[in-house]
């Protein structure tokens, strides 16, 4: 099946923070791989507050009503918590399809990208403008901010242009390549 529908389990109480970071990394992992992923923990914290039984318990339920919905349960991390448990008996009996994903598989893949920034100034007969150097439609991309430094001096070095300059500088997580999924 392709771009299957992901529930995204993975520990929030305890140093939320760093938790929620994980879970955004394990769905940018899981977009990485052609699914689409939910992780409510990410979501209904905004809404309920975990610290109050009733609501906590309102959001375990839509939880585990998107579970249903979903193709796939990934259980992320190196630890299951009281409320990835809770996620893993329901989609037993639901007979879901379980993946672990270890920590280090997922922050592995998340490995930095670096580009290019295009400067066009002010000075310039079409104004200023500011974008990514892309090859093929596709913003170009660097493993290292020191290989995209190397080839941005060999563009300024070649510009006849005064009013183009090019930097090096980390890509966003927006820029990734990833395995075909596009915005239309």
């Not at 923070?17 to 979501?43: G, M, S, W």
């Not at 920590?103 to 974008?131: D, H, P």
């Amino acid at each position: 099946m392709k771009n299957k529908m992901v529930y995204i389990a993975s520990p929030y109480a305890g140093e939320v923070e760093e938790n929620i970071r994980f879970a955004k990394a394990a769905c940018l992992y899981a977009i990485q791989l052609d699914c689409t992923p939910l992780a409510v923990h990410l979501l209904y914290p905004q809404l309920l507050d975990d610290s109050d039984p009733a609501q906590r318990e309102a959001g375990v339920r839509m939880g585990l009503r998107v579970l249903e919905a979903c193709d796939e349960l990934w259980l992320c991390g190196d630890r299951v918590s009281p409320g990835m448990t809770t996620e893993q008996a329901a989609a037993k009996r639901l007979d879901k399809p379980i993946r672990t994903i270890p920590r280090s598989k997922i922050l592995g893949a998340a490995k930095k990208k670096f580009g290019i920034w295009a400067v066009r100034c002010a000075a310039s007969v079409y104004g200023a403008a500011e974008a990514w150097l892309k090859d093929g439609g596709r913003p170009l991309l660097f493993d290292t901010l020191e290989e995209a430094d190397g080839h941005a001096q060999y563009l300024n070095a070649g510009c006849a242009s005064t009013n183009i300059h090019y930097y090096a500088k980390e890509a966003e997580p927006e820029l990734a390549p990833h395995t075909g999924m596009k915005l239309v």
